[in-house]
């Protein structure tokens, strides 16, 4: 074998390897998305108490969220379309979710936050991507990771800003837990909920509010109530009370403050 024959042999097995090794592996995930299908962002603040926490399926979203900084926790659920999640879905196909890859880790830090990825398509069929100091991600993995990372979030954003449909307000379409929520000019968070179900009511806020008790609607409108609390005690006493509650651009105004998104629908304990 003379040295031509030796020499292209050996670039033969170089590309060969390159062809096994260098190319991208091939995803695994099925183009059409399973009924089952699950999703999850963690994002965690390292040794700080505080998280992010987004799971979606086909038809829910849940947020979770402690920031850490003495604002209270907060936690919602509501429906989303179906379509919603398909397009969520196709981001993790498109970026071949399965073949994410973490770098070799060359130090550890102590104190480090991170962000972790979960996709389910059913029973055994589970796939995790991690970014964070202790897990880095650089080039093709990286991207990938930051796409479907915003394709989550851009998803939270779309229902967190309040994608709702417009209210026919009655006393059954009141049912639920209604919340608005904001921040101070000098950046201090507040939130105020209230929850109406089978003629009970429950406040909440932070800052720090409770008052519960019992309502009932003495007038009816075009999308406007007038209802009376009554039995009632908390932050605001014991005295009955009447308010107006109305409704616009699938929002409710309740005693002059506008801006109540419907969030879920949990029974007055």
């Not at 309502?215 to 009632?232: G, H």
Request: glycine share 8%; proline share 3%; with cysteine.
């Amino acid at each position: 074998m003379d040295f031509r024959e030796v020499l292209m042999k050996k670039v033969l097995a170089m590309v060969s390897l390159f062809l096994v090794f260098g190319c991208d592996v091939r995803s695994q995930l099925p183009e059409k998305m399973p009924d089952d299908v699950s999703f999850s962002l963690n994002q965690t603040g390292g040794m700080m108490r505080a998280h992010k926490r987004i799971n979606v399926t086909a038809g829910t979203l849940e947020f979770d969220e402690v920031t850490g900084n003495g604002t209270p926790q907060v936690k919602w659920t509501k429906e989303i379309a179906r379509k919603d999640a398909e397009k969520l879905y196709r981001a993790f196909v498109d970026n071949k979710f399965d073949t994410i890859r973490n770098d070799k880790r060359t130090e550890i830090a102590h104190d480090a936050g991170s962000e972790y990825i979960s996709l389910s398509l059913g029973i055994g069929q589970t796939f995790n991507a991690v970014y964070g100091k202790n897990s880095p991600l650089s080039g093709q993995n990286l991207r990938r990771f930051q796409a479907v990372s915003k394709a989550i979030r851009d998803l939270l954003a779309k229902y967190q800003d309040g994608e709702v449909a417009d209210i026919e307000l009655n006393e059954e379409s009141l049912q639920g837990t209604w919340r608005a929520a904001g921040e101070t000019p000098d950046r201090h968070t507040w939130f105020l909920e209230w929850t109406f179900k089978d003629g009970r009511f429950k406040q909440l806020g932070y800052p720090p509010i409770t008052q519960e008790g019992k309502y009932r609607v003495v007038k009816s409108e075009a999308n406007r109530l007038t209802i009376e609390l009554f039995d009632q005690d908390g932050t605001f006493g014991k005295e009955p009370q009447r308010m107006e509650i109305s409704a616009e651009d699938g929002r409710l105004k309740i005693q002059n403050m506008k801006g109540f998104v419907k969030i879920t629908d949990p029974i007055v304990k």
